[in-house]
């Protein structure tokens, strides 16, 4: 019998145009001569997937700066010192480009031996006073360097920090508030680069008022892997187990895939807490019969059943001697071209931002990590372009909730979190969306492909850019932003939208497991509405509304999409998957032409979760997913004071569009809730419930 596979609830198929990797007369790929275009903005962000090319698009701008405007030093600030090595010497020169980018082996910190608070501020204080122009350090370095030089010693310097997601507003973390004190003093020039700009923990990355000082340079997962030479298919899903997750990891576990591993903390649920090194171990004889150790890297020897001799890094074990000789084969470039290096790499808490192992096709993570953040930087390394290599996936492996255990909620959490990550990714991997209102005087856009038929005046028309990636659709209804900071958000910011309501978890809950008594306008319009207002407090009340409607159209297009088009299924995988590339399109023409006019308030009356729920039902047993909706409906309140003002808002607003107050009597689900929020909130009120 063979083993089931993980169930993907994404499985994207690309053209494979090559675009993205094809250099123009300067050496610059499609990312960065877009973002080169962006050189002379002072606080620039750069939001762009992994393997995009960011390292070398800020060595071209922290160049031109240097030459051409004015700076006096650039800094590179990178998350952690294995990351350093992308910033070693480039001769840019060679490719078209006007210099040639060079780091001193003693300015890049990273390579250094020392603590972060010690030499090696010293070592930046040195390099502030010298003539040398560019420093590589760690996120810590750098903080440390400004509590003891303090922000007017890097007047007049580009500082540019690498994996910008891991500052936040939030004032206790130090990073973040060394950015804003640099961006109060306004001196210096900043370039912040991310490929995942938002955070497990739901905190904003900037305060809006700074988050609007910055120039967006988009470039989206679309584009990156529509553009590759060789990798064409992406699935992700998600796999869940019963007991001991070693006794399971061979169903999802493929030795003849390359991959990499990361096993649960050793004091998370999923571990088996008999240690890390025996589960380790455990691995291994999954995979066959243990060899030893190669000498000259370090790495485990495992013969399979077929006799066929894989290599396993263990980044597990982390003696001195073990760690440093398996990292230094690993980062050995003579072996960065060689496939058969290594097939299996095993990993706890490393691996994963910066790693570069371009031959990885699966990408398998035990339990779910920290936050979103990590779940995308996991995905990551499975998304390189390598010749050969046509399909790449990730898998979560998850534990079933079980009765028995005490933990239930977290269980229950975790898969909360998994579809969340699912839904988000399904958003990132998608093109990009431009929403339009109809109105009588619209036309066709240049470069748009709107089918066999054209652009058609008074119909439902959706158009498509190869070039830009982009889907342009016109909704009747549809608010559009005013100011130019609601036109940003609704240009670039709709997946941190995306990201922040399928990580609420009373949305996620209610989404799912509240049946026939969920008003999807509760989610649509209620909670984005909430989240939108959080995260965007400067913006008035249109915009506002104007934001939410497109962060939900982009939503709940890509699941309406998803259901309009019946795919081919990989052999032995049950999935609702979707290729998102032409399959999209039609999908999103389908639904559209299926309603005959798309309207902002049908699209406001879909349950975003409702695909996920049908994704879950296939991916767990019967008896878990009623353990899972009984945890959830247990907890189930009534309306909270938040809740019911929410809806008397909305209640105020139907009265001034309608001329009358809604009824608890109507036959519209969406009427009947907002009516019962408002007398909700006049009983609340009149019980002081309300400051």
Not at 377 to 401: M, S
Request: hydrophobic share 35%; net charge negative; aromatic share 8%.
């Amino acid at each position: 019998m063979n083993p089931p596979n993980s169930i993907p609830s994404v499985a994207v198929t690309y053209a494979r145009d090559g675009r993205s990797t094809r250099p123009n007369e300067l050496g610059m790929r499609p990312m960065q001569e877009r973002a080169y275009q962006k050189r002379g903005e002072p606080y620039l962000l750069i939001k762009s997937p992994p393997a995009s090319g960011k390292s070398r698009a800020l060595m071209f701008i922290a160049l031109d700066k240097l030459e051409n405007q004015g700076l006096k030093q650039a800094i590179i600030v990178v998350p952690e010192r294995s990351i350093g090595a992308s910033f070693h010497d480039e001769p840019l020169s060679k490719h078209g480009f006007f210099a040639d980018w060079k780091v001193e082996p003693r300015w890049n910190l990273c390579d250094a031996a020392g603590s972060d608070n010690g030499g090696k501020v010293d070592a930046v204080r040195k390099f502030l006073d010298s003539g040398d122009k560019t420093l590589v350090c760690t996120h810590a370095t750098f903080r440390f360097a400004m509590e003891k030089l303090g922000a007017e010693a890097f007047d007049e310097r580009l500082i540019a920090v690498d994996e910008f997601h891991h500052i936040s507003a939030n004032p206790d973390n130090r990073l973040g508030e060394h950015i804003r004190q640099l961006m109060a003093r306004d001196k210096v020039h900043i370039v912040a680069m991310t490929g995942s700009y938002f955070r497990g923990d739901a905190e904003a990355v900037l305060h809006p008022d700074d988050e609007s000082k910055f120039d967006t340079v988009t470039y989206t997962y679309y584009e990156q892997l529509n553009g590759y030479e060789h990798l064409k298919r992406l699935n992700i899903g998600y796999f869940f187990y019963s007991g001991s997750y070693v006794d399971d990891i061979a169903k999802v576990l493929d030795s003849n895939s390359k991959t990499i591993l990361h096993i649960p903390n050793v004091n998370s649920r999923e571990s088996t807490q008999r240690g890390k090194d025996t589960e380790v171990g455990e691995i291994l004889g999954v995979l066959g019969e243990w060899l030893g150790k190669d000498e000259a890297t370090g790495f485990d020897l495992v013969k399979r059943a077929d006799g066929k001799i894989l290599k396993v890094a263990d980044l597990v074990d982390d003696g001195p001697d073990r760690h440093v000789k398996v990292m230094s084969a690993l980062k050995d470039p003579s072996q960065k071209h060689n496939r058969d290096h290594v097939d299996i790499i095993i990993a706890l808490g490393m691996a994963k931002e910066g790693f570069d192992w371009i031959w990885c096709e699966h990408a398998l993570t035990v339990g779910y990590r920290s936050s979103l953040t990590e779940i995308i930087q996991i995905i990551g390394r499975a998304t390189r372009d390598a010749p050969g290599k046509t399909c790449a996936r990730f898998t979560n492996l998850i534990a079933e909730p079980d009765a028995s255990e005490q933990a239930v909620t977290e269980a229950v959490n975790d898969t909360l979190k998994a579809i969340a990550a699912s839904l988000l990714m399904e958003q990132v991997l998608a093109p990009r969306f431009e929403f339009k209102a109809k109105n009588p005087n619209n036309g066709p856009t240049t470069g748009y492909d709107y089918g066999e038929a054209g652009y058609q005046p008074g119909a439902t028309n959706v158009g498509y850019n190869a070039s830009t990636g982009a889907i342009q659709i016109e909704i009747k209804g549809l608010a559009e932003p005013k100011s130019r900071e609601a036109e940003r958000i609704c240009r670039e910011d709709l997946n941190e939208l995306v990201t922040a309501f399928v990580q609420d978890k009373p949305s996620v809950e209610k989404g799912l497991f509240a049946g026939e008594e969920l008003v999807p306008e509760e989610l649509t319009q209620v909670r984005m509405g909430k989240i939108i207002q959080q995260k965007f407090p400067n913006l008035d009340d249109e915009d506002r509304e104007a934001v939410r409607q497109h962060a939900i159209a982009a939503l709940n297009l890509v699941q309406q999409a998803k259901q309009a088009v019946n795919l081919d299924e990989p052999q032995g995988t049950s999935s609702t998957a979707v290729s998102l590339n032409t399959s999209l399109i039609d999908g999103v023409r389908k639904f559209a032409l299926d309603m005959r006019e798309l309207e902002i308030d049908l699209i406001d009356h879909i349950n975003p979760f409702s695909e996920a729920y049908a994704i879950l039902a296939k991916a767990m047993t019967e008896e878990r997913l009623k353990l899972v909706a009984e945890a959830i409906t247990a907890k189930r309140t009534n309306l909270t004071t938040e809740e019911a003002k929410d809806l008397a808002i909305r209640a105020f607003r139907f009265k001034k569009e309608r001329g009358r107050l809604p009824s608890v009597t109507a036959q519209d689900p969406w009427e009947k809730r907002m009516a019962e929020g408002a007398a909700a909130f006049v009983r609340y009120k009149s019980e002081g419930r309300y400051e």
